[in-house]
């Protein structure tokens, strides 16, 4: 429930090449069709995603054949969320140059957010057969591999990655939250070190820093990357969350609501943001404020056995044990541990 780090869930190579896969066309509509894409290119990296795709459109009526155009449209309605759009135009990119790496690779992308992991890795696995050396696919199937818990491939294909590509911080990034996962919390931060010289304003390699830091029980220096990391990224809900834990783990309760409640403002969906909140004013005895937040978890979470144990904590505190006991044993019909212990404790 108390999520700490984010990583790169996906790299995205912002423009796309310019390949024709049919040359065969006319000058004048090729060259034609060229330019809405170079004006598509340049509306994707100021993030304009809808124009973008209206010119990528434009692009393919002019050139119907124009494999690019289709992938650079994938990505843009990718970063728009349309993930179905974005595999049908990558599909059709594919179709058209069957030996188009970055097609394979952005589709893998997709797919990997659909959680639809064994087609990401094929994806990733073609895309490396059609170019050994292109170190974003390494990149890509290691963060499949590292959604499916599979640290060690993940490591050697994020190894491979940087070894074709050194000057890619986010390679270093990922890199280091496996190393996080796998609880070598010193070769996470010499990773996200390595991303910062090359990346100085990587948002992500200052929180996962920070994360690293806090395991290692250096919560003030860990603060220090989050303050950090919101200064780049202020609008961004995860880092103000791991800073309250830091605060936390500080006993510094009331400064850690502070963060807990602008995380929320951010994202009121993340239930563990008021899983969070709800903890800390349990610790400054705001029981009924606490209760309030784990009523908010178990409100998107209806399944999460620790919220019911959370609240029914709370409400012994209140003297509620008939409330208590109702939450501890619906933690207990959800195989919640925590929820049995605390049963046998007050319910007996």
């Not at 434009?58 to 179905?84: D, F, S, V, W």
């Not at 090359?198 to 390699?205: F, G, K, Q, V």
């Amino acid at each position: 429930m108390r999520i700490h780090y984010k990583s790169y869930r996906f790299i995205l190579k912002w423009i796309c090449l310019v390949i024709f896969t049919l040359p065969l066309f006319p000058s004048c509509s090729i060259n034609e069709a060229e330019q809405f894409v170079r004006k598509g290119n340049e509306e994707f990296l100021q993030k304009k995603y809808a124009e973008s795709i209206i010119d990528y459109t434009k692009a393919i009526e002019l050139q119907p054949h124009y494999a690019t155009a289709y992938c650079c449209r994938g990505q843009a309605k990718y970063c728009l969320h349309n993930y179905q759009g974005a595999i049908q135009d990558y599909n059709k990119a594919i179709e058209l140059n069957p030996k188009y790496p970055k097609a394979y690779n952005d589709r893998g992308l997709v797919r990997n957010v659909l959680k639809d992991y064994q087609n990401a890795i094929q994806d990733y696995n073609k895309a490396i057969d059609i170019d050994p050396t292109y170190a974003y696919a390494y990149n890509g199937r290691g963060l499949v591999e590292n959604n499916l818990k599979d640290y060690q491939s993940a490591t050697n294909d994020y190894n491979q990655a940087i070894k074709l590509n050194p000057d890619e911080a986010s390679f270093y990034v990922n890199r280091g939250l496996t190393k996080s996962w796998l609880k070598d919390f010193p070769g996470a931060i010499e990773d996200c070190n390595k991303a910062i010289d090359i990346s100085p304003n990587l948002a992500n390699a200052y929180n996962n820093r920070g994360y690293a830091k806090n395991h290692l029980g250096n919560y003030r220096g860990a603060i220090q990357d989050y303050d950090k990391a919101i200064e780049l990224k202020p609008d961004d809900a995860i880092e103000y969350n791991n800073r309250g834990l830091a605060k936390d783990n500080l006993l510094d309760y009331s400064e850690a609501i502070k963060d807990y409640s602008k995380a929320i403002g951010i994202d009121s969906g993340m239930d563990a943001f008021n899983n969070n909140r709800g903890l800390a004013k349990k610790h400054l005895g705001d029981y009924q404020g606490a209760i309030q937040d784990y009523n908010k978890v178990i409100e998107t979470t209806p399944d999460d056995p620790d919220a019911y144990y959370n609240r029914g904590l709370a409400k012994i505190k209140i003297k509620d044990k008939e409330g208590a006991c109702a939450d501890f044993d619906k933690g207990v019909a959800l195989k919640g541990s925590n929820a049995i212990e605390a049963k046998r404790e007050y319910c007996q």
